[in-house]
């Protein structure tokens, strides 16, 4: 039968991305829905969290720091983790309003409208992803700062199918809306990393492109599995089915950290969150392939700075 980390007991997930997007315990929500017509501009402050805009309708010049200007089209999609200040506009001379988080009614629409124009209408959602912030590190490791999907992208139809229906339920505000919104935004985060992942894998490391190698994403499901068990470099080969020497460095290559050293990154994310759920530090330790708390509590100090019984006390405080 087949093991399955301590956090997860309750609901057993033994898919690696699931897990790790599970750690990150994602909230997102729609704040706002921008109809315009005319010149038009909003600035963005800078933000700690990850946020997202999709033009739904007509095109806009998006400006972010340190790239040069570009228009964004009908069905093109954007998502900035903890963004520096940016702004969108009709063009990159018009004077921007600052945003403003809406107080009452976050999803309530701004319109911004020069009603002597004849300029076609731009309809754009924008929204915002929270993260527990224990587990940041994970975050950056499976969504890069900046990840732009054109409408017309290859291999995007997954992503323009969701981005469609999200569209259909914020505009047109049926029965039940604001649940669906909030499980397409869910569902969206998913593909978003599937697509960014996949389309990078011959280019970026990490989770992502180390599933999309046959090889290595059967060692990482093994790992994920079953991170308590004695693994060891040997076994993992054996996993994989190649030589010891072939395995580690593709794993190398291809993750980016060796097997080893992964191994010992994935235990300590699911040792904070042990320890954040109350679990006892001996329970976490064994629970974590550690025979003794000690060589735990050492290596857990050296990995994330601090003694697990202050991580502990600081969730308490």
Known sequence: MSKCPQCFRD????????????????????????????????????????????????????????????????????????????RMGDSEGTPPVKFKLPQNNPSANSIITDTSSTATTVKLLGGRFSF????????????????????????????????KMLETEAWEARPGSTLVTERLLEI??????????????STNTGLIAGLADPLIAACLRALHTDPSRDW?????????????????????????LPPMQYLLKWRMDLAKEMIGQGISISETAFACGYRSVSGFSVAFTRHIGCPPSHLRSSRNA
């Open 232 to 256: 060891s470099v040997a076994k993992l080969a054996k996993v994989a089915g190649a030589s010891r020497s072939v395995f580690a460095q593709r794993f190398s290559e291809i993750v980016g």
């Open 132 to 163: 527990d912030r224990t587990h940041l590190g994970l975050l950056k490791e499976i969504i890069p700062p900046i990840v732009e999907i054109d409408s017309a992208a290859a291999g995007a139809s997954r992503v323009g199918a969701l981005l």
């Open 11 to 86: 609901r057993p997930i033994f898919d690696p991305l699931t897990q790790v997007v599970r750690l990150l315990k994602p909230s997102a929500l729609l704040l706002k829905q921008l109809e315009t017509r005319g010149p038009w501009a909003v600035s963005y402050p800078s933000l700690g969290d990850t946020v997202f805009v999709l033009v739904t309708d007509g095109s806009a010049w998006l400006q972010l720091s340190g790239r040069p200007a570009r228009m964004m089209k009908t069905g093109d999609f954007l998502l900035l983790t903890e963004p520096e200040a940016w």
């Open 188 to 201: 969206l985060l998913i593909e978003v990393v599937r697509y960014h992942g996949e389309a990078q894998a």
